[in-house]
């Protein structure tokens, strides 16, 4: 059974740092990994999609790594603005054909002015 | 934008009743998912479908829950009787395939409060 970690749980910086969330997983056989973005009460939006022979995926200031072997995966915020305070899920689609995302619990992110 | 709509956004019910939550998947798409999420457990897999026929639904309580897709435009999920522990935010997203592709977008979930 595919288990998904987010270290760490909550994060607090202020503006203007880079940094650093991580996700690993248990399985390896995976389709691909997604983070996503859940503002609090809303839904999730989907930030970064990594396919499982891809190593790394950019989009502005994010950039999310893949490795795949070792069941780890990191998502990088530069220059981090209060805007970005949200949680961030990382969820990992499995091999086989059901195409099921399992996610981890998510890292809250504060990032203060 | 094309967007998953559910339908309610709130809902507080008491404990013993039936709820149900309806969601509409992007048109186009092929497979319906409903999660629920909760601060303990976080987010869930209750039961998906993939052209309209259920695939696996061993996340969900079977005595009480039952997910259906009447037809392409429509996913229900209902609880009964539903207890006070089935509080949570329930998502339904709507994702396709095209090759190695796969997308998937989630509404904007139900908050459900059983009392």
């Known amino acids: 059974k595919q288990e998904v970690t987010q270290i760490p749980a909550a994060l607090s910086v202020p503006e203007g740092e880079n940094l650093v969330l991580n996700c690993s997983f248990t399985?390896?056989?995976?389709?691909?990994l997604q983070w996503f973005r859940q503002d609090p009460g809303k839904g999730l939006t989907s930030l970064l999609l990594?396919?499982?022979?891809?190593r790394e995926q950019t989009s502005g200031r994010l950039n999310a790594s893949l490795d795949k072997s070792s069941g780890r995966s990191t998502l990088y915020i530069a220059a981090s603005q209060p805007g970005d305070s949200a949680t961030y899920l990382c969820?990992?689609?499995?091999?086989?054909?059901?195409?099921?995302?399992?996610f981890g619990k998510g890292t809250l992110l504060t990032v203060n002015p | 934008d094309a967007r998953v709509t559910q339908t309610p956004r709130h809902k507080v019910t008491e404990m013993g009743q039936e709820v149900t939550m309806r969601c509409q998947p992007i048109?186009?798409?092929?497979?319906v998912f409903w999660y629920r999420q909760t601060m303990m457990q976080g987010l869930e897999l209750l039961a998906y479908?993939?052209?309209?026929?259920?695939?696996?639904d061993s996340g969900m309580p079977k005595d009480r829950f039952s997910a259906e897709m009447p037809d392409a435009t429509l996913a229900t999920l209902k609880i009964q009787p539903s207890e006070p522990r089935d509080s949570a935010v329930y998502f339904c997203?709507?994702?396709?395939?095209?090759?190695?592709?796969?997308?998937?977008?989630f509404g904007s979930g139900t908050r459900l409060t059983v009392v």
């Open positions: 399985d390896s056989a995976i389709y691909n």
């Open positions: 997203a709507s994702g396709f395939e095209r090759g190695s592709d796969y997308g998937y977008t």
């Open positions: 048109l186009g798409h092929n497979t």
């Open positions: 969820a990992v689609m499995s091999g086989g054909s059901n195409y099921k995302l399992t």
């Open positions: 479908f993939r052209n309209r026929a259920p695939l696996d």
């Open positions: 990594i396919q499982s022979s891809q």
